[in-house]
Nanobody, 129 residues
Framework: QVQLMESGGGSVQAGGSLRLSCAAS????????MGWFRQAPGKEREAVAGSDSDGTPTYADSVKGRFTSSADNAENTLYLQMNSLKPEDTAMYYC???????????????????????WGQGTQVTVSS
């Protein structure tokens, strides 16, 4: 059973940093594509970062240059380093997984939210001005 568990959220002042973690279990990590999403109250869940099929992260324009997604495959853990945080980054942050398909033409979902199959419970990030 695929399980994702986020941690590392909290409250921080604008300009500060946080590092989120997503511990994955129940599957072979390399067989899945991973991504980060967030949802603010009253808004739709939006993409933050997602991996291409070769593992290279793609970022939403709103976080480029400030956020970095990385993975420790040995520990089955995905990270999101968030620097220069802004009040508009306040949201519940989720990690997501999509099973990789070993067929010609397959691409990891990257930032395409609807192609992810598994979601964590989220971790809250609050940035005050």
């Amino acid at each position: 059973q695929v399980q994702l568990m986020e941690s590392g959220g909290g409250s921080v002042q604008a300009g500060g940093s946080l590092r989120l973690s997503c511990a994955a279990s129940g599957y072979t990590y390399r067989d899945y594509c991973m991504g980060w999403f967030r949802q603010a109250p009253g808004k739709e869940r939006e993409a933050v970062a997602g991996s291409d099929s070769d593992g290279t992260p793609t970022y939403a324009d709103s976080v480029k240059g400030r956020f970095t997604s990385s993975a420790d495959n040995a520990e089955n853990t995905l990270y999101l380093q968030m620097n220069s945080l802004k009040p508009e980054d306040t949201a519940m942050y989720y990690c997501a997984a999509a099973r990789r398909q070993y067929r010609r033409g397959f691409r990891c979902p990257g930032l395409r939210r609807d192609e992810y199959n598994y979601w964590g419970q989220g971790t809250q990030v609050t940035v005050s001005s």
